[in-house]
């Protein structure tokens, strides 16, 4: 045994990739890491590096030293080491222990790796019920910080599902749902049994906030450490993989939140250059910026400007569409993916170098699934929305500044919801909003009237729904739920999770209004994406309602909202005269002038369409 050996000097052998590669007898593994440094930082260099694990007693042997690439710049190195006599199918934990010219040596995880072990968080898992069956216990005795973990010979998942299609961009309805607030369970197999209600909803796509690998059990997900690996917290590797397969066997397609901007100080790569006394990354690290360049940020800001972030990051593209079957992305913070200084001021501007490296992730995912979703949370110069959407991506809208006034029962515009200029998902709240139910209940002129509250919200749903374009809907939104974001003192708390409003009429009247709505739009999808669009939905039309009135050879469709504390008669007008059929009852209005005037409840809606149609069996 020894512990300082000189450095060899050896090719990496062909067809291996940065990170673990298996043999094909799941006997060895091959593990890459490079260890780039920017020009200049000499003091900061890697001297060598061995491999400690399960493998060899966390003991750092010589035959475990890895070899430095003979193709090193000097700047540029990479070092790689083969472990044999491996068993297939048992999982190994492993790290680096890394040593520099300044004498100073770190453990540190590998950065592609698909599973970590966690001295702090993991022994949690499992504390009140079965989250991760068989979680292997990390090696106190052996090591400390964070563990990865190699698996050679794992037995690969069998698809149920391998030929999903995606939904048409424009004709999306989107379910923000957070794992750990959406089931008391908090994990995967009991979201499982929550998708026959989502599909019973009428949504066709489920955007997961974030699961890659996170610090602590307990977060909203925006605070990444490893983007290879699904976090522990909500079940096994397996169980996303049912997840995603259950959901393709429903027309649900699933996306992932991705945060890209940034990771915290337990991202390897970060780790490997790091500045203990400013406890930020050192100016040596290539993949990081010391400090943000715009004014958003959190942890470390990825420089995206840098060849090796990009690389890493459409390879993270790739993976979780090959390995997981994902249907998309939605980009966190994609305003953030820049190296150029702005302000708060000027963050929005155009920038072109912005465009470019967004574009670059997209081919990435593109290259792999053609018709990949890409979402962005953008928020930027319309001009530069518009390139993105030209390109094939699709923008966040947000409406909750006017969601949250038309739920409280004051006028409001809504002619900006998806504009014709450029593809949008728009919604009236997500996780980063005031619920407008709670508004609605906390400061509406329906305050503490949960009946008149459900109408109003169902009213704002009816509208906001037929309009035409995707769409997003953050969990529970469809029964009301009207906790304010800030329940339990926090933002990001855990909320209180209410599958219980099922038992409750007015919530399930809601949820009525937003299946009979979205179900309309999956079963006459032409009328939603080439109809001919009327929409009265700005400030001026609060008096007559707010309106959309769509008209296409599949389906014709009339929608008036009365917003209003108030009766109103509503002057409409319809597409065609004759027998026209209510949505939500099934009765029969005849037709018999196309300029019609209506009378409206207050807080309420009415919905005609011209075609006699069923829906879902559940709550009917």
Excluded at 250 to 279: E, F, Q
Excluded at 350 to 373: C, F, G, S
Excluded at 462 to 475: C, D, E, N, R, S
Aim: charged fraction near 20%.
């Amino acid at each position: 045994m020894t512990y300082k050996g000189a450095v060899t000097y050896k090719a990496i052998p062909d067809g291996m990739q940065y990170g673990i590669n298996y043999a094909a007898d799941g006997k060895s593994a091959t593990l890459v890491l490079y260890t780039p440094i920017r020009r200049n930082y000499d003091a900061d260099k890697v001297t060598d590096i061995y491999v400690i694990g399960d493998f060899n007693n966390w003991t750092p042997m010589s035959e475990y030293m890895m070899y430095r690439s003979t193709t090193s710049s000097g700047y540029n190195d990479a070092w790689w080491v083969t472990i044999p006599n491996l068993t297939p199918g048992k999982e190994y934990g492993f790290q680096y222990l890394v040593s520099y010219v300044n004498g100073t040596t770190k453990r540190i995880a590998d950065p592609y790796c698909q599973m970590i072990q966690d001295p702090w968080n993991d022994k949690w898992i499992n504390q009140y019920s079965e989250i991760y069956p068989g979680l292997a216990a990390y090696p106190e005795d052996k090591t400390t910080d964070i563990v990865s973990v190699l698996q050679p010979g794992k037995a690969a998942y069998n698809w149920q599902i391998t030929n999903f299609t995606t939904p048409t961009k424009n004709n999306m309805v989107v379910y923000e749902l957070l794992l750990r607030d959406f089931t008391s369970e908090k994990s995967l197999k009991a979201a499982i049994d929550k998708l026959d209600y989502l599909k019973n909803l009428g949504v066709n796509a489920v955007e997961l906030m974030p699961i890659t690998e996170f610090d602590g059990n307990n977060s909203w997900g925006y605070n990444p450490c490893f983007y290879f690996a699904p976090d522990k917290a909500y079940g096994t590797e397996v169980n996303y993989k049912q997840f995603i397969d259950e959901c393709h066997k429903r027309g649900i397609a699933v996306i992932l939140d991705m945060v890209l901007n940034h990771a915290t100080g337990n991202n390897p790569m970060a780790k490997l250059y790091w500045n203990s006394t400013t406890s930020k990354t050192s100016d040596a690290n290539p993949w990081f910026n010391v400090d943000a360049p715009h004014p958003y940020s959190v942890f470390s800001d990825f420089k995206h400007g840098y060849v090796g972030t990009k690389d890493y990051f459409k390879r993270v593209m790739k993976y979780w569409i090959q390995e997981f079957n994902v249907d998309g992305y939605r980009l966190d913070l994609s305003k953030g993916l820049t190296d150029n200084s702005s302000t708060e001021a000027t963050a929005g501007n155009y920038d072109q170098t912005r465009i470019n490296n967004i574009t670059e992730y997209y081919n990435a995912a593109k290259e792999v699934k053609p018709d990949v979703l890409f979402i962005l949370e953008h928020f930027c110069a319309d001009t530069e929305e518009k390139v993105l959407s030209d390109t094939g991506m699709i923008l966040w809208n947000n409406m909750n500044g006017s969601g949250k006034s038309i739920s409280k029962g004051t006028n409001a515009d809504l002619s900006y919801m998806n504009v014709s200029t450029r593809t949008q998902v728009a919604y009236l709240e997500s996780h980063d909003e005031e619920r407008v139910g709670y508004e609605a209940m906390a400061n509406g002129v329906t305050k503490n009237d949960l009946a008149s509250t459900m109408k109003q919200l169902s009213s704002e749903a009816a509208l906001f729904f037929t309009v035409p374009g995707a769409k997003m809907i953050w969990q529970f939104g469809e029964l009301g739920y009207d906790y304010s974001i800030y329940e339990g003192g926090d933002r990001m708390t855990v909320k209180p999770v209410r599958w219980d409003f099922m038992d409750i009429p007015e919530r399930i009247d809601l949820y009525k209004t937003y299946s009979r709505v979205l179900n309309l739009r999956l079963k006459y999808p032409n009328a939603f994406t080439q109809g001919n669009v009327t929409r009265n939905i700005s400030s001026s039309d609060w008096d007559n309602g707010k309106s959309v009135t769509i008209s296409h050879n599949d389906l014709n469709v009339v929608e008036v909202s009365n917003l209003k504390d108030a009766v109103i008669t509503s002057t409409v007008t319809f597409p065609k005269t004759g027998v026209w059929y209510d949505l939500m009852t099934g009765n029969q209005l005849n037709i018999t002038s196309a300029t019609t005037s209506i009378t409206v409840p207050a807080h309420g809606f009415l919905y005609y369409i011209d075609r006699q149609t069923t829906f879902p069996s559940v709550w009917n």
